[in-house]
């Protein structure tokens, strides 16, 4: 099994709601990530969890809370969105550092298809 | 800090066209080095990588290079396909606060035609 899975897969929300983002894999991977990717642009890296603790957070606004409950979750909770924030929100996971197979030898993200977020 | 510049594209292409993708980076130390695809409505997946100079990653037809003395990593193809299109990623490895993540480079955008 080598999927990650994103939920759900559309979303729309108005700027007072709270709503979050889920994401699962099953592969035994340490390392899971939030990117985020706007139409027509790359990835841009969130958030990095190795080993269920924060490792990475590229100076995202607060609005974006991040969480990690257990070695096969993610969780990205949403408030207060701005319409600018509407994206499509990437989740990957891949062998964490200091398990003999670091993300630079395995090269290897595995991503979920995406969670679509629309902001109105 | 770590960058990819690649060529942005789009492109279209005839079917059993070749393809040459550019993609040179900026890095220190000696980075890993991956061209990622992504096929409409979906998420990225690893098409191949290279982890040290002068290794060749192949997959699917698609190759590339690790040229440290160019510090480039072009992706090619001698024959294309429709089922090629997609949106393609250069990206590189770097290390950050005990983690790694990946640079990417911006994407280009292929359509093949029958």
């Known amino acids: 099994d080598t999927e990650v899975t994103q939920t759900p897969k559309h979303l729309v929300m108005g700027m007072t709601n709270k709503k979050s983002l889920k994401c699962e894999q099953h592969m035994g991977h340490r390392a899971m990530y939030w990117y985020k990717q706007k139409a027509k642009k790359p990835p841009e890296l969130m958030f990095v969890?190795?080993?269920?603790?924060?490792?990475i957070n590229e100076s995202v606004p607060s609005r974006f809370s991040p969480e990690c409950p257990n070695s096969s979750l993610l969780n990205l909770h949403l408030h207060a969105l701005q319409p600018e924030d509407s994206a499509l929100y990437l989740c990957?996971?891949?062998?964490?550092?200091?398990?003999?197979?670091?993300?630079?030898?395995?090269?290897?993200?595995?991503f979920g298809e995406g969670s679509r977020l629309t902001v109105l | 800090g770590n960058s990819v510049t690649q060529m942005e594209g789009p492109v279209t292409l005839s079917e059993e066209a070749f393809l040459t993708i550019n993609c040179t980076y900026t890095?220190?130390?000696?980075?890993?080095l991956f061209w990622y695809v992504q096929y409409p409505g979906e998420g990225l997946q690893l098409l191949l990588k290279?982890?040290?100079?002068?290794d060749k990653g192949s997959n699917k037809g698609f190759e590339a290079t690790y040229r440290k003395e160019t510090t480039s990593f072009h992706l090619e193809k001698g024959s294309v396909q429709v089922s090629d299109s997609a949106v393609y990623f250069c990206?590189?490895?770097?290390?950050?606060?005990?983690?790694?993540?990946?640079?990417f480079g911006k994407g280009m955008k292929l359509t093949v035609n029958p």
């Open positions: 290279a982890t040290k100079a002068d």
């Open positions: 990206a590189l490895s770097g290390s950050q606060g005990g983690s790694e993540k990946l640079v």
């Open positions: 990957a996971s891949s062998q964490a550092v200091g398990t003999g197979a670091r993300l630079a030898d395995t090269g290897e993200l595995f």
């Open positions: 969890y190795s080993y269920e603790k924060l490792s």
């Open positions: 890095a220190t130390g000696y980075p890993s």
